[in-house]
């Protein structure tokens, strides 16, 4: 990487600059520091971390490293060398981390700072800044390392405003994961009061997800590549880069799936909306996956100068990236191949996997039986257990959804009406989706209070809802679901109850038949509700459970 020099920013393009403090807690000082390694090509940044940050944190890169002459100006409230030095430049196009020059200026103001840096010269730099600037030559081999002390020392308020230690660490180990997974070639290391946390091995996405998760769920992940173009920012390219976890690995919030705008990390609400569509009814109604996506739009199509902190973009094409990003999950998963990369355990529990992956099934052999519960099949060299409920669920639900689509949701008279009582939020929300519960085919008219006068149910191919399902509808509408999500939970409960039970035995034509249906399914390794519908068991596993030395052919 050539090293430009360090220029103060023109007063014009200052003027633009989107304002705010840029060092408002301990975190944003690891922000700042981090982007500045990336910006300077780093690819091994190591961050060590006292108490909550005030005390110290110290973040070491690899990078190109600065000349002396540049080190004194790098300090300067907006000098930068990220921009050229010419009038207004247009910030849009700007393709590094940082482009203001404001933050080492910033944490100069708040902290005591020092810089070690050499560009490759024979002698290194070392500035310290607390009252007065000291500049002495310094050993370094290429490379930055940034140490920032008693952070807010002078700035009571801010100190009170913090929140416990534990808390600041968790915000900057959250961060670091975030730039792990969108910078998934470069090292991460971080340390807290002398115990590495967590490190990445700077060899893709997946090593990024055993370094922040377990080896576990990196193996329970397929990575996406989807390359698109887009219209409306003038025929230009676009591609969507990330890894997701496959469904059955769950958290119950959203912070698990996480956003890189060109290797930045955003807090982009929309994205991960798209990313969460992307996943659609495989995942239960309260259970978020683990994902992180970066999106590389068209230059020019990004304004990164819309926050003071950088965490947030505009995007020009929004709607044209939010769909790119929904079909790149939708179909990374529905073309994963998930089999189970770990060695054989002789651990039966733990080997027994949810399977979902491309091709269902291949040639495979109904067995039998289990506890009419289970069916047992032959497949190659794995035993898959298919739960007989489940599989039915997800074959009715597929069925039921291409109905729907095709003639809407037709509707069930209820003769002579029921009246049903409802919370008064179920009333509010029966008012306010009055056109959807119509389209959901639900007949439904206010009757005084909070009761309502139920004359019509749904009842796609003959199944006929009850007045259950119009309670827990509304209930979910009351509490903020999505329209969309109603819909497909309604379809769920629908396909659910005329479903195969346990108990009900299968002759083996109708197993068969299942699981001929089971493979047709445009998703059929988990029900609608987000739970397996088939796990498998590698015959190696036996073969280490009976301490055979091989398989049966190998
Ligand atoms: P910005 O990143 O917006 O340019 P900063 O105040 O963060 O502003 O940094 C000022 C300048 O100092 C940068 O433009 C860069 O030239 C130099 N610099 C900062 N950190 C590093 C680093 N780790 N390695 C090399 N150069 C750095
Ligand atoms: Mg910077």
Redesign the pocket.
């Known amino acids: 990487m050539d090293r430009?020099t360090?220029h103060r920013l023109d007063e014009a393009t200052v003027a633009r600059i989107a304002a705010g403090e840029v060092i408002t807690r301990p975190a944003r000082v690891v922000a700042?520091?981090v982007?500045?390694?990336l910006?300077?090509g780093?690819e091994r940044i190591a961050i060590t971390v006292e108490g909550d940050g005030t005390d110290l944190i110290r973040?070491a890169?690899d990078?190109?490293?600065?000349a002396r002459a540049?080190v004194e100006r790098?300090?300067e409230r907006h000098?930068?060398?990220?921009l050229p030095a010419q009038t207004e430049t247009d910030l849009t196009g700007v393709s590094?981390?940082?482009?203001?020059?404001?933050?080492?200026?910033a944490i100069a103001d708040c902290a005591t700072l020092e810089i070690v840096?050499s560009d490759g010269d024979a002698v290194g730099t070392k500035l310290r800044v607390d009252d007065k600037v000291a500049v002495s030559n310094a050993g370094r081999a290429q490379?930055?390392t940034?140490t920032v002390t008693d952070l807010f020392a002078d700035r009571p308020a801010r100190r009170e405003s913090l929140a416990a230690a534990a808390a600041e660490f968790g915000r900057i180990s959250e961060l670091l994961a975030r730039y792990a997974l969108a910078q998934p070639d470069v090292r991460f290391s971080l340390t807290h009061n002398g115990n590495e946390t967590f490190s990445t091995s700077g060899s893709g996405l997946q090593d990024a997800l055993l370094g922040i998760y377990d080896a576990e769920t990196a193996s329970r992940s397929t990575t996406i590549y989807h390359g698109t173009t887009l219209d409306d920012a003038g025929g230009s390219d676009l591609a969507v880069h990330g890894i997701c976890c496959y469904p059955s690995v769950t958290r119950s919030t959203r912070d698990h799936v996480r956003i890189s705008v060109g290797g930045r990390p955003v807090t982009d609400i929309g994205l991960r909306q798209a990313v969460l569509r992307g996943y659609g009814s495989l995942l239960a109604g309260n259970k978020y996956p683990i994902a992180a996506i970066d999106i590389d739009p068209p230059a020019g199509t990004v304004d990164p100068n819309v926050h003071p902190a950088k965490e947030e973009v505009r995007l020009t094409a929004r709607e044209a990236i939010e769909m790119a990003v929904e079909t790149a999950v939708s179909e990374a998963l529905q073309t994963a191949d998930a089999r189970r990369t770990d060695t054989a355990t002789t651990d039966l529990e733990t080997e027994l996997a949810a399977v979902d992956r491309s091709d269902p099934f291949g040639e495979i052999r109904v067995i039998g039986p289990f506890r009419d519960l289970y069916l047992l099949c032959e497949d190659g060299d794995e035993l898959l257990i298919i739960d007989q409920h489940a599989a039915h669920e997800r074959v009715n639900y597929e069925r039921l959804r291409a109905a729907v689509a095709d003639e809407g949701i037709p509707t069930a008279p209820i003769e002579p009406p029921e009246t049903v009582s409802v919370d008064p939020a179920a009333a509010a929300a029966a008012e306010s989706h009055a056109d959807l519960l119509a389209e959901l085919g639900f007949e439904v008219t206010p009757f005084g209070g909070s009761s309502l006068r139920v004359s019509g149910v749904p009842a796609p191919l003959g199944r006929v809802a009850d007045t259950d399902a119009l309670v827990e509808t509304l209930g979910q509408l009351a509490a903020g679901h999505q329209p969309n999500d109603s819909r497909d939970e309604l379809l769920a409960d629908l396909a659910c109850h005329p479903s195969l039970k346990a108990g009900d035995r299968l002759t083996m034509d109708e197993a068969e038949q299942l699981l001929d249906r089971l493979g047709e399914c445009e998703q059929p390794f988990v029900c609608p509700h987000g739970r397996p519908t088939v796990c498998s068991l590698d015959e190696s596993t036996l073969a280490a459970g009976f301490e055979r030395g091989s398989t049966r052919f190998r």
């Open positions: 430009p360090i700042e520091l982007d500045n390694a910006d300077a780093a973040v890169d990078g190109c490293g600065l540049d790098a300090i000098a930068t060398s990220k590094t981390l940082g482009f203001r020059g404001e933050a080492l200026a840096t490379g930055t940034v």
